[in-house]
Each structure stands twice: as structure tokens, then as C-alpha cells.
């Protein structure tokens, strides 16, 4: 799971699609984020309806996920979970994921909570299944 946070001053955000996993006041549909960490990029998150593609930037091993988020108008931030989707042994998950953007383009920010989880081919035993901190990583969104 995933948790994004964002401002209800976001009038440079756009409306919702309506679609599952938008919300009705802002559509991440047809957009990509960008996950980093310092200034190495650890993920690319592609999304699509209510279902995200994810990929791990190393070892371009793509995931599958469903999001939902939820927009707090009153702190400039959005709440976004994922779970994996059905793609057997393999998942990543992030949860209680909070993004504070930058300005009222909610185009930029930085995490400053949450937790990521993953299992696939080419991590390093103390990645795979184990939680991992999100905060001070930073996140950018573009368009798809």
C-alpha cells in the first residue's frame, strides 16, 4: 500500500475521472510518478484506471498493483495506498505513504511517511518481504 498526501488549494490539479482509485477531486489516470531517494530514482509508477504498473528503476522488474488515495484539501497532501495485484509470488506493496507537495501543482513533494514491501527476482535478502522506511524520499509526477 501507498499513502500520498495533498492540499485542497489544488487548483492546478485537475478533476477526478471517476474511475476507481480517483478520487472525484483529483485523477492520478494516465499519469507517472516518480519515486526517489536522494538523487537515485527507485521506482516509476504508471497510472491506469484503478490499477498501477509498477517498476523498480535497477532492475526494470515491472509489478502490478491496484491504488486508491484519498486528498486532505486542509494539508496541502494526499493519502495513496497499494496493493499488489495478482501476480503470484511476486508483489509490492506501499502503505501509509504521506506526500506534502510543494505548491499548489501538486506536481512535486516529498514523502514523508510510509512504507514499502517488496518480493521479486534480483533484490538482496534484506529487501525481499521487508518493510521499508519512505520517509525523505521524494515524489514527482508527470504526465504518462
Request: hydrophobic share 30%; with cysteine.
Amino acid at each position: 500500500m501507498f499513502s500520498v498526501a495533498l492540499t485542497e488549494i489544488l487548483a492546478g490539479c485537475g478533476g477526478g475521472s471517476g474511475r476507481s482509485g480517483d478520487d472525484g477531486q483529483f485523477s492520478l489516470s494516465g499519469r507517472t510518478a516518480f519515486l526517489s531517494n536522494g538523487s537515485m530514482t527507485l521506482f516509476s509508477l504508471q497510472f491506469t484506471g484503478s490499477d498501477v504498473n509498477i517498476i523498480r528503476i535497477g532492475n526494470q522488474f515491472p509489478y502490478k498493483g491496484v491504488y486508491t488515495y484519498a486528498v486532505r484539501p486542509d494539508h496541502n497532501s494526499m493519502i495513496l495506498d497499494i496493493k499488489a495485484g495478482e501476480d503470484g509470488d511476486t508483489y509490492c506493496t506501499m502503505s501509509d505513504v504521506s506526500i506534502v507537495f510543494d505548491g499548489t501543482e501538486c506536481d512535486s513533494g516529498s514523502i514523508v511517511s510510509g512504507t514499502c514491501r517488496e518480493f521479486g527476482p534480483h533484490l538482496g535478502p534484506a529487501v525481499q518481504g521487508e518493510p521499508q522506511s519512505m520517509g525523505g524520499w521524494s515524489f514527482n509526477l508527470s504526465q504518462s
